[in-house]
Nanobody, 127 residues
């Protein structure tokens, strides 16, 4: 499985960005998909995830309704719509995929659950 993230850039505080991630693989619909981020000098942090099958979504506590994860099975894509961006959202954002397996909700918040990672796309939010 290969992932390619895009859509990062520079945006002012309060603005919006939509990140995209294309996912290769013949069993796309069976992958759990997630977004993580890593700011300079900080550990990688869970942002959002979607479970395959029931498509339940999970978000990091800091999101507070500002971000939405979605997937398009026809396009093998996963997206992260980010609204009301803050300077503290500045980071490199990574998309990731699990293997073709369902996990409990807590597992999707752990980076170790994901077996494939994209290269990251940089998001900079200016104040």
């Amino acid at each position: 499985v290969q992932l390619q993230a895009s859509g990062g850039g520079l945006v002012q505080a309060g603005g919006s960005l939509r990140l995209s991630c294309s996912v290769s693989g013949r069993t796309f619909s069976s992958y759990g998909l997630g977004w993580f981020r890593q700011a300079p000098g900080k550990e990688r942090e869970f942002v959002a995830a979607m479970r395959p099958g029931d498509r339940n979504t999970f978000y990091g506590e800091f999101v507070k309704g500002r971000f939405t994860i979605s997937r398009d099975t026809a396009k093998n894509g996963v997206y992260l719509q980010m609204n009301s961006l803050k300077p503290e959202d500045t980071a490199v954002y990574y998309c990731a995929a699990t293997g073709p397996k369902n996990y409990n909700s807590g597992a999707y918040r752990r980076s170790s659950t994901y077996s494939s990672w994209g290269q990251g796309t940089k998001v900079t939010v200016s104040s």
